[in-house]
């Protein structure tokens, strides 16, 4: 008979699962040892804490569109790793998390990190339930591999997310007895399912509501970027002759050079988006939740649904009509909605667009009276350097292919604001728990699914310090990142919002971290000046090695200087 680590294993590879991040420990360690024999089908990276693990495989999945898997030892994976596991949760990406409960065979004597849930032991059963999508607790070899197949269906099916196989000592260990039911089938077979689309009914009634619309926008957000929808978004802005907002998540939904392209709307946002949003009579949400954020505090000169019909479409019905009531919510995936809208609606929209016509034509002059991704000192040399100066340098240097992984913080304010994004599906970013430390080990996820595109990490450099262990990751398996680290020597947040004299907790030890990496065998150099950028940018990526550029950033800039403020009662 089987052990049960070897269908595991062997689950894996009928699932199609590619990757294992992850550092064996506890009962795990038998499973890793099965994936010594796989490596050419399934491979392993060993990363340098739990955190990384689990933030790499949330960047895998979104960019993949598959989960990676991490493993480890139970109570440093319901800890360390409850970080990417969080984020994965609340931002759609698919994940599988294999982990033990270490109850050293008897959950009910003390044991040494034991996660049984049993008295003198953490209940990590609990914990997993409370921030993932599925948690199944295997107590035999046969439930351990029928859990392994259900965590990988749930962690794929409906709005995707992270799933746990947690597993007893007994159940790792043990062989598997295949002659008697429950029988194990083939992992696939439990993944033939077909997103959900739209009724009929319902596309005919929002084909009604856009026919109708003179002044209609679209706000696509991170459902577009799970559904793999960019091109339906495209189509269907184009018919319709309908501008194209993003939320945060949503960047890069469509290419920011597009020319129905109004950027991201909300607190940190373009004006030209938040201002179209508002003039606009008809708002198509797509797998936008519609934060506080987006909204800008729901600020009714941008969203009102008194004034404004609203549809909105998610995979998930608590979703559409969370924020705002709706005229019409469309459940479902946004890919297959958008190719029923564009199916349904191309005789309407293009044999009449003269009711539009005005309004889409608008949107030039509405860039312009903008900003529309443009700031005075995006055209500035100066020592140190601005922040709005190393996005238009990274903007001129970095091929439009670019892959950017954003971190917290000011940093990914910046960036977000200011960075144009030239093709759609380029941009990724931590929206969930937004937490810092995510764009390093981020990167490292997704230069696996883009092995052939430059993928340029963004963090300010106390993000980067949470992190920085996954260069040593980066170098280890040759995967060329290049981390751009604004380092102004603050939480910078943080640090702005504190009173002058009264900071506390905000300010940090001058650190080379180009130097750091040079330790861990990557590539490295310190920039003080905007002038000596873009020659940084080109050397890092003709290195060929992991790359870390820390700019010297002026910190008295600050996203506050544009952020757009809140609405408050009696303001017109």
Same mark, same amino acid.
């Given at each position: 008979?089987p052990?049960a680590?070897?269908m595991?294993v ?10 294992v991040?992850?550092?064996p420990? !506890?009962?795990?360690?038998q499973?890793f040892?099965?994936l010594?024999t ?5 491979k392993t ?5 739990e955190?990384v ?8 999945g979104?960019a993949?569109g598959?989960p990676?898997?991490i493993? !480890?030892? !139970?109570l440093f994976m319901?800890s360390?790793a409850?970080?990417?596991?969080m984020?994965?949760?609340?931002s759609?990406?698919?994940m ?9 065979g ?8 034991s996660?049984a ?6 209940? =990590?059963q609990?914990?997993?339930?409370a921030?993932?999508?599925?948690t ?18 749930h962690a794929?099916?409906?709005?995707p997310? /992270? ?8 159940a790792?260990s043990g062989?598997?007895?295949?002659e008697?039911? /429950?029988?194990i089938?083939?992992?696939s077979?439990?993944l033939n ?6 009724a ?5 009634r929002a084909?009604?509501?856009l ?7 679209i706000?696509?957000?991170?459902g577009v970027?799970v ?5 339906? =978004? ?9 501008p194209?907002?993003t ?6 939904a469509?290419s920011?050079d597009?020319h ?5 709307v909300g607190?940190?946002?373009?004006e ?5 949003v ?7 949400v ?21 004034r ?5 479409i998610d995979?998930d ?5 969370w924020s ?5 919510? @469309?459940i479902?995936?946004a890919?297959?909605?958008?190719e029923q809208?564009i ?5 309407i929209?293009?044999?009449d667009?003269?009711?539009?016509k005005?309004w889409?034509e608008?949107i ?13 000192e ?5 020592s140190?350097v601005k922040?709005?100066? @190393?996005?238009?340098? @990274?903007?001129?240097?970095m091929p ?5 992984a954003l971190d917290?913080g000011?940093n990914?304010t910046?960036m ?8 759609a599906?380029?941009?990724?970013? /931590?929206?969930g728990?937004?937490?810092?430390g ?12 883009y092995?052939s595109?430059?993928v340029?990490?963004?963090?300010g450099?106390?993000g ?6 996954a260069i ?5 398996y040759d995967?060329?990142i ?10 910078g ?16 030890h001058p ?5 750091v990496?040079e330790?861990?065998?990557?590539w490295?150099?310190?920039?003080n &000046?905007?002038?000596?950028l873009? &020659?940084a940018?080109k ?7 992991p ?7 002026d910190?008295?800039?600050?996203? &506050?200087?544009?952020?757009?403020g809140s609405?408050?009662p009696?303001?017109?």
């Amino acid at each position: 008979m089987p052990s049960a680590s070897e269908m595991i294993v062997q689950t894996l590879e009928e699932a199609g699962i590619e990757y294992v991040f992850g550092i064996p420990g !506890g009962g795990t360690g038998q499973i890793f040892q099965v994936l010594e024999t796989k490596q050419d089908r399934i491979k392993t990276i060993l990363v340098r804490h739990e955190q990384v693990a689990a933030i790499m495989a949330d960047a895998y999945g979104r960019a993949a569109g598959k989960p990676a898997a991490i493993m !480890g030892q !139970g109570l440093f994976m319901g800890s360390n790793a409850a970080f990417g596991i969080m984020e994965s949760m609340l931002s759609s990406s698919p994940m599988l998390v294999i982990t033990d409960t270490s109850d050293g065979g008897a959950a009910q004597r003390p044991a040494n990190q034991s996660g049984a849930g049993e008295y003198g032991s953490i209940d =990590l059963q609990s914990m997993f339930k409370a921030m993932t999508k599925y948690t199944t607790l295997a107590t035999d070899p046969k439930e351990a591999v029928l859990g392994a197949q259900m965590a990988i269906k749930h962690a794929v099916s409906g709005r995707p997310g /992270p799933a746990t196989l947690l597993m007893r000592s007994a159940a790792i260990s043990g062989q598997v007895d295949l002659e008697s039911p /429950p029988f194990i089938h083939n992992a696939s077979g439990f993944l033939n399912t077909v997103k959900p689309a739209s009724a009929p009914a319902d596309i005919e009634r929002a084909i009604r509501i856009l026919n109708e619309s003179k002044r209609p926008v679209i706000i696509a957000g991170n459902g577009v970027h799970v559904a793999r929808a960019h091109d339906q =978004l495209q189509k269907m802005a184009e018919l319709w002759g309908m501008p194209v907002a993003t939320s945060y998540k949503g960047k890069s939904a469509i290419s920011e050079d597009h020319h129905l392209a109004l950027g991201m709307v909300g607190t940190y946002g373009q004006e030209t988006a938040n201002k179209a949003v508002g003039d606009a009579d008809t708002v198509v949400v797509i797998g936008a939740l519609l934060r506080s954020q987006e909204t800008v505090g729901e600020r009714p000169d941008i969203f009102n649904p008194a004034r404004q019909r609203i549809i909105q479409i998610d995979i998930d019905e608590r979703n559409a009509g969370w924020s705002f009531p709706v005229e019409l919510g @469309l459940i479902g995936d946004a890919k297959a909605i958008l190719e029923q809208l564009i199916e349904a609606s191309e005789e309407i929209a293009m044999s009449d667009l003269s009711h539009r016509k005005e309004w889409t034509e608008s949107i030039p002059a509405r860039r312009d009276a903008g900003g529309f991704h443009n700031q005075p000192e995006m055209h500035e040399e100066s020592s140190p350097v601005k922040p709005q100066r @190393l996005i238009a340098q @990274l903007q001129a240097t970095m091929p439009a292919n670019t892959i950017y992984a954003l971190d917290a913080g000011n940093n990914r304010t910046w960036m977000a604001h200011l960075y144009r994004a030239q093709q759609a599906n380029t941009f990724y970013s /931590p929206g969930g728990t937004a937490g810092m430390g995510w764009a390093v080990p981020a990167a490292v996820g997704l230069k696996l699914v883009y092995p052939s595109n430059p993928v340029v990490c963004i963090s300010g450099d106390g993000g980067y310090m949470m992190t920085v262990n996954a260069i040593s990751t980066a170098v280890q398996y040759d995967l060329p990142i290049i981390c751009v680290v604004f380092n102004n020597g603050t939480l910078g947040m943080v640090n702005d919002h504190q009173p002058e004299g009264h900071k506390i907790a905000s300010e940090f030890h001058p650190t080379n971290n180009a130097t750091v990496a040079e330790g861990m065998g990557a590539w490295g150099v310190q920039v003080n &000046d905007s002038k000596d950028l873009p &020659d940084a940018l080109k050397a890092a990526q003709d290195s060929g090695r992991p790359a870390v550029i820390d700019v010297i950033i002026d910190p008295r800039p600050s996203p &506050d200087d544009w952020r757009a403020g809140s609405w408050r009662p009696g303001q017109t």
